[in-house]
């Protein structure tokens, strides 16, 4: 058979892949005498990416090969190109085989609007240009295609933004999930659910959803988060109802049960706390009678206790009656790097304590605990036991939370670095690992000097500065950073530490906030909110209350970058 002579020039268009995948077919009948291991659909100029037992290659519509080279997968081409994955690293071929560039890549997407996602072998994502050259330098954990002249990336966080032609961020907000913009707007993901945002980046509405499609000529279909779906316009505005909600008896009963939960939550609190003071997780493995032994309880208490640990998955039991701690249990021993066991008494003590004056700091605007003894960090200064408790709890929170910190933001652009509240130092730790020509600095109050202790891989690049955060710096520097400083703090009083920042360094100083983002969408944030009041007076806090009180001290906030934690990367300049 002839192809050529049966299938008219452009054909092509009209061929489709046989059930079995071996071939292509033209109107039903096969278009060449040729069959293969696989084949993929034919792109413009009429070429199709196919296999056999030589390797991968393209094509012709006639079932000749397009070019003499053969490769380990090839795929289709789009805007004249296609990716292949060859012995030496995936790069883009023209439709006579030639190679696009000499540049190799660990993975390759498809080229749209000239640029295209490819993968280096560190595993970092990024956009090239036809010539395989960078479109930016930044690299990503990944980048998806263009469309419309801009790209979704995700930060190291798990934090998704748009970017254009030129790696430029669109607007510097960052999602959970987000999609390209579709007829002006974009389907994002936050802490509350999926929603769209306009091209600022800017919810079109408040609510959110556990699902929601592109607009279409001005109006979506969404699915709520109890399972209704609905058509909305750009508003918000619901205006079909398609599903009412998927409400039953049952799920009545389950919420009956999941607030009766909730409300005998301390339960859990004060077993984890009785098992930290008791040391039973310092004393693992061990069976229940040899618990009663060691720790001195009546006898067969100790399996009532690892009883309720098993059902919090803190112990799991072997088939020798052996008590384990689990891989989240293990955190509450005392010699663990990331130990919670301080904060198991913090929370469990000093917490529920300040918690019970709830109503009271609601009336009148003041910590539980005021007692005209001074501030929550005065009081604990006169409690030794209850100050190196503290200091341990924020060491091991930092230690998790902070991890991360260098490498979301490029903090190597400074020699120096000034951790205002710093505790002991964990976070100033970190950065110094990732920057080898970093100095920094540590400021806190006297009492807290004692327990500064660098570790030997950075003791020569880090000082502890002792001073008071509300009066004149001893130390000045261009970059200072208040890690859940401001939190602790009402309004004015974050002002005048926010002012002492601005003092200690130059107009075009670099100021970073890590603190978390109250969501007045979702309510998120807002147990920890009322924490800060009932502890020290202080409060949570929005993105919108943080650019006012940085802008009243003179600096400017330009970006916030979630982290992958609760918090959020504030990252401000002094005016």
């Given amino acids: 058979m002839s192809p050529s002579a049966t299938n008219p020039a452009g054909s092509w268009r009209e061929y489709a892949i046989a059930i079995d995948g071996t071939h292509h077919l033209h109107r039903g009948r096969p278009a060449y005498d040729r069959r293969f291991a696989e084949v993929l659909k034919f792109h413009e100029p009429g070429l199709a990416p196919v296999s056999d037992a ?13 070019y003499d080279g053969r490769h380990r997968r090839t795929f289709g081409f789009y805007e ?31 080229f749209q609007q000239g640029r295209c996602p490819v993968r280096d072998a560190a595993g970092r994502y990024f956009h090239i240009r036809p010539d395989g050259t960078p479109a930016y330098a930044e690299r990503y954990r990944y980048a998806g295609d263009y469309r419309d002249g801009c790209a979704v990336v995700q930060n190291d966080a798990g934090g998704h933004t748009h970017i254009d032609a030129d790696g430029v961020q669109l607007h510097g907000r960052w999602f959970r999930d987000l999609d390209v913009f579709h007829k002006g707007y974009a389907r994002a993901a936050d802490a509350g659910g999926w929603h769209h945002v306009d091209a600022a980046g800017q919810p079109l509405y408040g609510g959110r959803f556990r699902m929601v499609e592109p607009f279409y000529n001005g109006q979506a279909r969404v699915e709520g988060h109890d399972g209704a779906l609905a058509v909305i316009d750009e508003s918000g505005r619901e205006i079909v109802r398609l599903r009412e909600p998927m409400t039953s008896s049952l799920m009545a009963l389950s919420g009956l049960m999941a607030l009766s939960g909730d409300m005998v939550g301390v339960w859990k609190t004060q077993a984890i706390r009785g098992a930290v003071e008791l040391g039973i997780f310092d004393i693992l493995p061990a069976a229940s009678d040899a618990v009663d032994a060691i720790l001195g309880l009546a006898p067969s208490h100790g399996a009532r206790l690892l009883r309720a640990l098993r059902e919090l998955g803190l112990v799991q039991l ?23 066991a301080a904060a198991a008494q913090h929370w469990g003590e000093l917490s529920n304590q300040a918690w019970r004056g709830l109503a009271h700091s609601l009336r009148t605007g003041q910590p539980a605990s005021a007692d005209g003894s001074g501030n929550f960090f005065d009081r604990l200064s006169r409690q030794p036991d209850e100050l190196a408790a503290s200091h341990r709890m924020y060491a091991a929170y930092a230690r998790h939370d902070y991890a991360a910190l260098p490498a979301i933001w490029d903090f190597s652009i400074h020699d120096a670095v000034l951790d205002a509240g710093g505790s002991t130092g964990e976070l100033a730790f970190a950065l110094l690992r990732a920057n080898p020509s970093m100095q920094a600095a540590v400021l806190d109050r006297p009492e807290v000097e ?108 330009f970006e916030i970058r979630p982290t992958g934690t609760v918090n959020a990367l504030l990252c401000a300049q002094a005016e």
């Fill in 80 to 110: 004249g190109c296609a990716a292949v994955q060859s012995a030496d690293g995936w790069h883009h071929i023209r439709p006579d085989g030639a190679p696009l560039y000499a540049q190799r890549y660990g993975w390759c997407g498809n």
């Fill in 318 to 340: 072997d088939a020798a009656g052996i008590y384990h701690a689990t891989g989240k249990g293990a955190h509450l021993q005392t010699g663990h790097d990331l130990s919670l």
């Fill in 450 to 557: 004692s327990r500064f202790d660098p570790p030997a891989d950075v003791k020569g690049r880090c000082r502890f500065v002792a001073g008071d955060l509300f009066r004149e710096w001893p130390a000045q520097c261009d970059a200072v950073i208040l890690a859940r400083v401001l939190h602790d703090w009402p309004d004015d009083d974050a002002r005048w530490i926010l002012a002492r920042a601005r003092e200690s360094m130059p107009a075009g100083g670099s100021l970073y906030v890590v603190e978390m983002l109250l969501d007045d969408d979702t309510g998120a944030g807002g147990l920890l909110d009322l924490n800060m009041l009932v502890m020290t007076g202080g409060r949570e806090r929005t993105a919108a209350q943080f650019r006012q009180l940085l802008a009243d001290a003179g600096f400017h906030l």
């Fill in 54 to 66: 030589g390797g991968a290659y393209h094509i012709k519509p006639d079932g000749g090969a397009a």
